[in-house]
């Protein structure tokens, strides 16, 4: 790759009128504010702007068990006496943190679509960096919701990509160990994941430095546990350290990045000191190795830092510069008082983070990774179809002797205005939606009411590929 990197932005204007719940810490309306602020700022001129297509749950099958996904499909508020049974087997509902509210498997299909949208778009090299805000849901497990997540659309977003790439490297900057996408690939080689999390009595309790995987995968999973308190210096120093290392012995061939927004600073649930410079740092550090990254979303729980994280890191993916001060956008009041990008770190929080302790965990992952005898290789072997074909999509309806600009390999539906997503100071996927979004009229105008409330203001050899991805899935299975 040469030159300016290409970016491709994944979004449904709908992902941020879901609502978890009065009191649920997991706010999508943080998504609205995140897709404003990109506008306003100008981001979308300098990317690709996609529609992605809502996932199904075959393609959501391709990782979790069939009846988990069916229960998912089936369930609503509304039918919740049916379904007590599968509720306690598949920790969702009451005395869970994962709710059932309405909507909830439209949501799962919109952010795991984008996901799998961007992986095929980045296997057809017909992007660099594809961006889906709305995915990074690491938590959740096979046949089980954890931690406000209901499918791992980074587990499913990796299986695509090992259509086509040997390795893929995980890489998740949230605050919470990515516990599910680490133990979906915990014994194979095909992908190393790498974790920087608050470590001890801490959600959900995994990533110790001694977990390293099993079997086939024994030293591709790496995790750096961190304590409270933990600042912009040391947090870039030990990510670069790592990571440098992590891509001279591995050579992966695609890149995902979660990057989860409850490691900074004044987080409702996140006890780091982090600042968005900080944070930023790591994106764009991954982003000078030129290898083809889907970055997602993840965590974060003061919605107005959510928002202006992804953006900022939005604009560096991009190589924009941004200024300081919020543009007036329709939720403006939300970043008051000051109404300024960048955040302060907390003077009175301490860094627990000793450099005693910091250089013990990257000299001990450095020696895990010092044992890897060089970059895992794949034979060759069949290139197997997208999850959809574009048949699936588009019908017989386009003339198939015609480029059509939405009918290009994977990835979602072009947006061809920017109009269509945004326009002024109205949001024009509303308006589009007028039917369906007027009957979500009053569960909306709860949600946003309540946000406000809460946050203040994708060749034949000896193994054929159809052999090979029941390998890499019975791993995730595993």
Known sequence: MSGKQRVSYYYRGDVGHFYYGPGHPMKPHRLKLTHHLLLTYGLYRKMDVYRPHPATAQEMTRFHSDDYIDFLSRVTPDNLKTFQSQMQKFNIGAFTDCPVFDGLFEFTQIYTGCSLDGAVKLNHGLTDVAVNWSGGLHHA?????????????????????????????????????????????????RVMTVSFHKFGEFFPGTGDIKDTGAK????????????????????VQVFKRIMAKVMEMYRPTAVVLQCGADSLTGDRLGCFNVTLRGHGACVEYLKTFNVPMLVLGGGGYTIRNVSRLWTYETSLLLGQDIGDAIPYNDYFEYYGPDFKLHLRPNPQMENQNGRDHLDFCVNTILQQLGTLQGAPSVQLQEVPPDLRSHDDVFGDTLDPDRRHPARTKGGGEKAADPRELYAGDKDQDESEAAPKEAAKGKDESKAAEANAKEEGGGSQAQTTQEEQLKKDEASAEA
């Open 141 to 189: 497990k096979k046949s089980e919701a954890s931690g406000f997540c209901y499918v791992n659309d980074i587990v499913l977003a990796i299986l695509e990509l090992l259509k086509y790439h040997p390795r893929v490297l995980y890489v998740d900057i949230d605050i919470h160990h990515g516990d599910g996408v680490e133990e979906a690939f915990y014994c194979t080689d």
């Open 216 to 235: 086939e995968g024994k030293y591709y999973s790496v995790n750096c546990p961190l304590q409270e308190g933990m600042d912009d210096e040391s947090f």
